[in-house]
């Protein structure tokens, strides 16, 4: 078996052999570069995407969606991703046969290879990474012989989420649309106007005998969240000249924007199928998220609809984790989406009309922050763990930066969602504090009383806010540790394992709950407590239920050092990767697709279950900097994690069964000092050789 190198993306289950690859391609296949495959998908939901955090479409879709772009009332519509018909859907419809597809995911771009009459044809899809307006479709033709093919662009029917009409004047060659959105979010909210300016489809194109011509076509979208009204004609006009004046370049610029992107990330050697599912799943988030966009992630990616658009705690709590490891530009912008909206979980609370005060965040939220969640669903109104959970999220990347002016900023929602705490316990008569009626994370329960996990972030969430309100040298609210200390938190001291909420009694359980406790939340408990809350909740849990659980699971056992138990929820952590593209099933039999809650969850068992990983400081130990534990996963002989930051420095982490090492990258003039153990890494001396055991990272 072929070992992988830097992008370890191989189609062992795509492509039967190299044969029946194009030649030029098979170098990038087996250096694992590139997803190919001689079919489509039958079914269309595990279609490739291209996207680039503003802009996304399912390949051959046609739709396309621009992030923060939605229309419909907040719960009644409710608010959803506005469609945007597609420009780039083109397909030639005279192809002779087509020879092969390709995802090629350290590129980001989509091709198809076909011929016609003794032509080759190339086409490719992306949306450019540093130019977020455009997205593009190209088909080049080599022919020895004068050619005509047929273009047809699939639209699809008219948006019933923008009102569209056609612009006046158009430049030559283009057709300009432009329309708002029909339903605001909020009755004080407004619509979203929103320009398309695309590089027309003729009927047909000739291209002469021994030629190789290549046909852009261009589509740059501009909305009123990004350019002044007024002037949103111009923006859009301005942003396709741009890319018309750098056609020639527009692709490479392209493909070295997302080279930067990939200086993070995570190689496994010798396990060709799981290298695959690690860098299908990163590309899915990062394909999905932008640092100068902050409209976050949501369960189906940027590309979908799926549930709606909207954004929960699958964001901070699934995929947030590895953006702050190795990502933190991008984490910082999932977290001034929360931050952008305070105003809504504000509003959220009162509500509610029972005395709540602060940040209480919406369970789905869309473009204002208030509450999405349809008015059909309970949990809108009940799961209440994710304004803990968005804290918890802080946490994570304060102690991996240490970046005081953003703490500063972020104050105000770290003591709001506090104060929300504080306002929603409830006096058990007994000298403890308890939260009822809500909807724990397995959401197969309702109305409960005293979720432990619930219970546990609201303390954790006030138990920051002190911290940080010493650290900015204010003078915290006494009663926010008074009512961490007071909030209960169930426990069996029979059975010596957490009930998931008071009076539970066995029931089967949605997905991962109690588990969470010892990771990520890192509740500090005996090993042998971690123990039997796994294994009596493991036996509990849907079968059928999302995928991220299993990488919990997996989490779990690594750190209780039994990694024979964590090989078979690993596997299912990662199942759901859908041939051929690396696409994400929500579930076993189908859901949401692009699911990429469920690659976060892969991802963190990944990093945090062979790696062992840990951000010290959440353990409340006093510890500063990332804690190590790394187990190699079956069949695999190397582990890399690339370009991870911590503390204004940037730095790899390699180890095999017998050697660990970490490599200093940079550091910002900033940046803490660190330290592998004893060991000072320097730019003068910024490699550590040890043995491949437990230790520190850490200032």
């Known amino acids: 078996m072929k070992t992988c190198a830097a992008w370890c993306v191989v189609a062992t289950f795509v ?107 190339e086409q490719r899809w992306y949306a450019h990474r540093s130019m977020p307006a455009i997205i593009v479709h190209e088909i080049e033709v080599t022919t020895n012989s004068t050619v005509t093919l047929k273009l047809k662009l699939n639209s699809g029917s008219a948006s019933k989420d923008i009102k569209f009409q056609a ?14 959105t029909i339903t605001p979010e909020t009755s004080t909210s407004n619509t979203t106007q929103v320009a398309v300016l695309s590089t027309s489809v003729p009927a047909t194109v000739t291209v002469s005998a021994f030629t190789c011509t290549t046909f ?32 020639m370049d527009l692709l490479d610029t392209h493909i070295a924007a997302w080279r930067d992107v990939w200086q993070s990330g995570m190689e496994v050697e010798g396990d060709l199928e799981l290298a695959q599912a690690i860098n299908s799943s990163l590309y899915y988030i990062l394909s999905s998220v932008r640092a100068d966009w902050p409209y976050s992630l949501s369960p189906g990616s940027l590309s979908s609809n799926g549930y709606n658009g909207h954004v929960f705690w699958d964001c901070e709590t699934w995929m947030f984790p590895t ?46 922050g208030e509450e999405t969640c349809p008015t059909w669903a309970g949990t809108g ?46 006096d058990s008569g007994n000298g403890t504090l308890a939260i009822s009626d809500v909807i724990p994370p397995d959401e197969y329960a309702d109305h409960v009383v005293n979720s432990v996990y619930t219970n546990y972030v609201a303390r954790l969430s006030l138990e920051f806010a002190d911290y940080c309100a010493r650290l900015l040298g204010l003078r915290p609210d006494p009663l926010f540790l008074q009512i961490a200390a007071a909030l209960v938190l169930p426990f ?42 796994l294994v009596y909740y493991s036996a509990r849990t849907d079968p059928n239920g999302p995928a991220m659980t299993y990488g919990m699971h997996a989490v779990a056992w690594l750190e209780l050092g039994m990694p024979d138990n964590a090989r078979a929820p690993f596997a299912q952590s990662y199942a759901n990767v859908q041939p051929p593209f690396g696409v994400w099933s929500e579930t076993p039999s189908g859901g949401t697709s692009n699911f990429i809650t469920g690659a976060g969850g892969f991802l963190q068992g990944v990093w945090a279950g062979y790696g062992g990983l840990r951000i010290s400081a959440l353990r409340g130990d006093g510890t500063e900097g990332i804690a190590l534990d790394p187990v190699l996963p079956p069949d695999v002989h190397t582990v890399t994690y ?22 200093l990258k940079s550091a910002t003039e900033e940046a803490e000092v660190l330290y592998v153990g004893d060991t000072m890494l320097t730019t003068e001396s910024p490699q550590f050789k040890g043995p491949c055991v437990t230790t520190s990272i850490h200032p």
Do not use: C
Not at 219 to 246: E, G, I, K, M, W
Not at 362 to 367: D, I, L, N, Q, V
Not at 383 to 402: K, N, P
């Open 15 to 121: 492509v039967a052999s190299l044969a029946d690859v194009p030649s030029d391609w098979a170098a990038r296949v087996e250096a694992g570069n590139m997803l190919a495959a001689t079919a489509l998908p039958s079914d269309s939901a595990y279609m490739a995407t291209v996207g680039n955090g503003y802009l996304a479409t399912f390949v051959n879709s046609d739709t396309m969606y621009v992030a923060g772009v939605y229309n419909g009332e907040a719960t009644t519509g409710p608010s959803h991703r506005a469609r945007v018909p597609s420009t780039v859907a083109i397909a030639v419809t005279n192809l002779g046969s087509v020879e092969a597809y390709a995802l090629d995911l350290e590129r980001a771009v989509f091709y198809q290879r076909s011929s016609l009459q003794g032509a080759s044809i």
């Open 167 to 180: 612009v006046a004047d158009p430049p030559a060659g283009t057709t300009f649309v432009q329309g708002s």
């Open 216 to 247: 852009q076509f261009i589509t740059a979208v501009r909305t009123s969240l990004d350019s002044d009204s007024a002037q949103l004609l111009n923006a859009t006009v301005a942003a396709y000249q741009q890319a018309v004046s750098s056609q």
């Open 323 to 368: 953006l702050a490891l190795f990502y933190p530009s991008l984490a910082q912008s999932v977290l001034q989406y929360r931050m952008d909206r305070m105003g809504g979980a504000e509003a959220k609370a009162q509500s509610y009309n029972k005395g709540y005060s602060g940040t209480m965040y919406p369970w789905e939220s869309a473009f204002t």
């Open 381 to 426: 109104q009940r799961e209440q763990h994710i304004s803990g959970d968005v804290s918890f999220a802080a946490q994570e990347y304060w102690y991996l930066t240490h970046d005081e002016v953003w703490l500063k900023s972020a104050w105000p929602m770290i003591e709001g969602i506090a104060d929300f705490w504080v306002s929603r316990v409830e």
């Open 492 to 533: 069996d001291d029979a059975a010596q394992r957490h009930p998931e909420y008071d009076g539970y009694a066995g029931q089967t359980i949605k997905q991962a709950d109690v588990v969470l406790l010892g990771y990520p939340l890192m509740m500090m408990m005996p090993s042998s407590v971690r123990y039997n809350d």
């Open 642 to 663: 690339r370009g991870m930051s911590l503390l204004g420095n940037v730095f790899d982490i390699s180890f095999n069964k017998d050697y660990l090492y970490v490599t």
